[in-house]
Nanobody, 118 residues
Framework: QVQFMESGGGLVQPGGSLRLSCAASGINFSIYAMGWYRQAPGKQRELVATISRYGSTIYPDSVKSRFTISRDNAKRTVYLQMNNLKPEDTAVYYC????????????WGQGTQVTVSS
């Protein structure tokens, strides 16, 4: 079955960096767009980065110039490099396959916790 396994989260000070990884299985990874999402306590899950099957990327203004999504099709893995982290970036981060301009289409994994605090 389709599975996504996120890793790389942790506690970081404001201004710090983290690199998240998401390994996919049970899916023809290379033909799908992939997205990174996050959900903070008491808030809805939100999309923070999209990468198409061809490598083009889309970010919301809240993370543009700070977050970079990339993918390695041979490893079936998508990455999220997060720089200049802010306390408001604190959330559980998830990845999923998606339609480029549409919703996530796979099951949700357990996510990885990112906490930005001094």
């Amino acid at each position: 079955q389709v599975q996504f396994m996120e890793s790389g989260g942790g506690l970081v000070q404001p201004g710090g960096s983290l690199r998240l990884s998401c390994a996919a299985s049970g899916i023809n990874f290379s033909i799908y767009a992939m997205g990174w999402y996050r959900q903070a306590p008491g808030k809805q899950r939100e999309l923070v980065a999209t990468i198409s099957r061809y490598g083009s990327t889309i970010y919301p203004d809240s993370v543009k110039s700070r977050f970079t999504i990339s993918r390695d099709n041979a490893k079936r893995t998508v990455y999220l490099q997060m720089n200049n982290l802010k306390p408001e970036d604190t959330a559980v981060y998830y990845c999923n396959a998606k339609v480029v301009a549409g919703p996530a289409i796979g099951p949700w994994g357990q996510g990885t916790q990112v906490t930005v605090s001094s």
